[in-house]
């Protein structure tokens, strides 16, 4: 378990470290959490997979059904996967909720970029808008050098400050979105995440599903079960 922890984080954290110096910006001061980290207790495991107050959230955290993804925005299965969230938000509606949290790996080179690019684009209002011109439009900016060109396109279409959202794709003004996007990373690690995309429903681990039909099942045991919890308590 430490050796796969460590073969995790060491490329994360050498990025965050070594960024603002390939960038030009000063290196970052603030201290990165230690590595190895201790195992999760129960109640500490809880937490991380409930809404959080960095997460980004579309429906209410108080939703029936919370569904967290884990997702590599350059990974095609998590494109892939993108379609079908958007048909099961149609279909509930105001019953479910889905948190986002980045987990990019080292093996889709403009996965870190990419989530750097949701973020900036988080800070003028526009973080689903652009995560879901990244996963729409994968095929055109991955595996390319020019990706950050094509980040700059979406930004521009969607109407953001552009040289706002450049400053915060790389320099010291970026600085806080790579902490970010970490906070994310090391909490995929410290809840077993071991694949993109990974998916929690109210807490649990699931086993992907393959359609629709699959995880609206899923989604609706989790309703009967809280319907059920609420009957008891009335």
Not at 80 to 90: G, S, V
Not at 111 to 124: I, K, L, V
Not at 147 to 168: M, P, R, S
Not at 213 to 223: C, G, K, N, P, R
Request: net charge neutral; proline share 8%.
């Amino acid at each position: 378990m430490t050796t796969f922890i460590i073969s995790r984080l060491l490329p994360l954290i050498l990025y965050f470290s070594l960024f603002p110096l390939i960038s030009g910006a000063k290196p970052n001061a603030e201290p990165i959490p230690p590595s190895p980290l201790p195992p999760l207790s129960a109640e500490a495991r809880a937490k991380i997979l409930r809404p959080l107050s960095i997460d980004w959230i579309q429906g209410e955290p108080n939703a029936a059904v919370i569904i967290i993804e884990y997702l590599d925005l350059e990974c095609p299965v998590c494109a892939a996967y993108y379609p079908l969230l958007q048909e099961l938000k149609k279909k509930y509606g105001d019953k479910i909720s889905w948190i986002m949290r980045h987990n990019p790996s080292i093996s889709h080179p403009e996965a870190f970029p990419a989530s750097m690019a949701a973020e900036a684009a988080g800070r003028q209002g526009k973080f689903w808008d652009m995560v879901s011109l990244l996963l729409k439009n994968q095929k055109e900016w991955s595996f390319k050098s020019s990706c950050t060109e094509w980040f700059i396109h979406y930004a521009q279409e969607l109407g953001l400050n552009v040289e706002q959202f450049k400053k915060d794709l790389q320099g010291v003004e970026g600085i806080p979105l790579r902490k970010r996007i970490l906070a994310d990373c090391l909490s995929a690690i410290r809840v077993g995440v071991d694949g993109n995309p990974s998916f929690f429903i109210n807490g649990e681990k699931i086993t992907n599903p393959s359609n629709l039909q699959e995880f609206s099942t899923l989604i609706e045991a989790e309703l009967i079960k809280k319907k059920s919890t609420l009957s008891q308590k009335n």
